[in-house]
């Protein structure tokens, strides 16, 4: 992990910004994904999945999917 954290920091900005651009994409591909498979009683469940951005303890940002 500490070897990944490198070379992102390594990365020029621009680089950093479409790894990141990627990222979001990525996320929002899983939320659909699973909001579409939950089940749909009142929809309380799939209105409830989402993604946001968290500090790791690592200094590396992590995309954590919820459900709350």
């Known amino acids: 992990l500490e070897r990944i954290k490198r ?3 390594a990365l020029p900005p621009l680089a950093q910004r479409y790894v990141t651009d990627a990222m979001v994409q990525g996320a929002n591909e ?33 995309i954590a999917i919820r459900v709350w």
């Open 30 to 62: 899983i939320v659909a994904a699973q909001k579409r498979a939950a089940p749909v009683d009142d929809g309380d469940l799939r209105d409830a999945i989402h993604w946001m951005w968290r500090k790791s303890t690592l200094a590396l940002k992590q």
């Open 7 to 9: 070379r992102f920091r």
